[in-house]
């Protein structure tokens, strides 16, 4: 079973300048669609890609990330999670497209993250030539921490969300072959008790109709 309602959680940050776009989405796959995305990218500005498959068959996509050229920047057959980085070489619109064109009956839920350019720095830091001052140095380290306990969180969720899914489905397979079971132990006796009371019956015999 599949999870019914379309489960989409979209957070965009758009900064200008050469400050970074950050997309990070949760969308469902069905079976035998494509879904593509597309991120306008600055030449030589450099993006990483990071995806997941929740729930859903085998937990495989297909993968491919294509340039404004039609150029193949990254193309992955039936993966389950991987994270890809590279330095745009033109200005254009790059998409980003998964495929479930392969199963033609599982639907997938997908986690994508996609970010470009450099992170931005905190504000009024980074705006002085000088050095940075301990408090300065404390905060900048206090916010690459927060970015890496952000990260861990997400990866946590969606490694929740896995185990539940395959924990759901496993709880309904046995659910289900307990019933087969049970109905069948119930056959076999409701059998037996007949073919017993077919022995025991009374049958009139040759001599009693004499």
Known sequence: MFISPIVVTLLVTLISGICSKSVELTFELPDSAVECFYQEIEKNTSASLEYQVITGGQYDVDVKVEGPNKQIIYQQQKMQYDSHQFTAQYTGVYKVCF????????????????????????????????????????????????????????????????????????????????????????????????????????????????
């Open 99 to 210: 495929s479930n064109e392969f199963s033609t009956f599982s639907h997938k839920l997908v986690y994508m993250e996609l970010n470009v350019g450099p992170e931005q720095p905190l504000p009024g830091v980074g705006d002085h030539a000088t050095v940075l001052t301990q408090l300065e140095t404390s905060a900048e380290e206090i916010h690459s921490a927060l970015n890496r306990i952000i990260d861990h969180q997400t990866h946590h969720r969606l490694r929740e969300a896995q185990s539940r899914k395959r924990a759901e489905d496993l709880n309904e397979r046995v659910f289900w072959w307990s019933m087969g079971e049970t109905l069948a132990i119930v056959c076999v006796t409701f059998v037996q008790v007949m073919v017993l009371k077919n022995f025991f019956s009374d049958r009139p015999t040759l001599y009693s109709r004499m």
